[in-house]
């Protein structure tokens, strides 16, 4: 369940200069998954930079699955209620200003950012929760806990949801996803990301 607000700069930066430009010119909504989305932070904080690159604030607009196994972790995402220390893990003080509402000790996600958000329980191994089409999905810091073999059968799924020239974003320390058909590895600065053929 560890994680926080835009963990993993690099990666943000990856989705603020190259992922989201290049998807806001495709028409229709954006669609997004979040795999392994522990107690929320990334989807939001993905919702979040959406909005800051002009997506509007509309559920018409962007859509964004979110999914984790751990029933816990879930129900503080739905909440979308966080602490002090959870906050100034990584949210930058305007965006918090902008998209957060504090109640007493806590911080709350605006509706707006909320709206766009559906939290599910999906174990990755389970096959038949792969369902739906993509243009990013990010499955970050998961698939370390998990055996080679089932490694690449999660991503394997995963490609299956992904839009043609669709996205997938793993975690900087995961198995690499170069040798699987086709995907096309891509780098951006320091930062590694993957693009599903057309």
Known sequence: KETSFFRNPPAFRVLNEVILPALMKRSGPMRIWSAGCSTGQEPY???MM????????????????????SASALEKARSGR????????????AMAVRYMRQEGHEWRIDDSIAGQVDFSMHNLLDASGYRGIYDLILCRNVLIYFEPVQRDQIIGRLLKCLAAGGYLLLGASECSAQS????????HGNSVFYRAEK
Do not use: H, N
Not at 50 to 69: K, M
Not at 82 to 93: A, C, H, N
Not at 180 to 187: D, K, L, P, T
């Open 45 to 47: 904080s993905v919702a």
């Open 50 to 69: 959406a909005r800051e690159a002009g997506v509007a604030p509309d559920p018409s607009a962007l859509r964004i699955r979110a999914t984790d196994f």
């Open 82 to 93: 966080y602490s002090q220390l959870e906050v100034s893990r990584g949210l930058p003080t």
């Open 180 to 187: 699987v058909a086709g995907i096309v590895r891509e780098q």
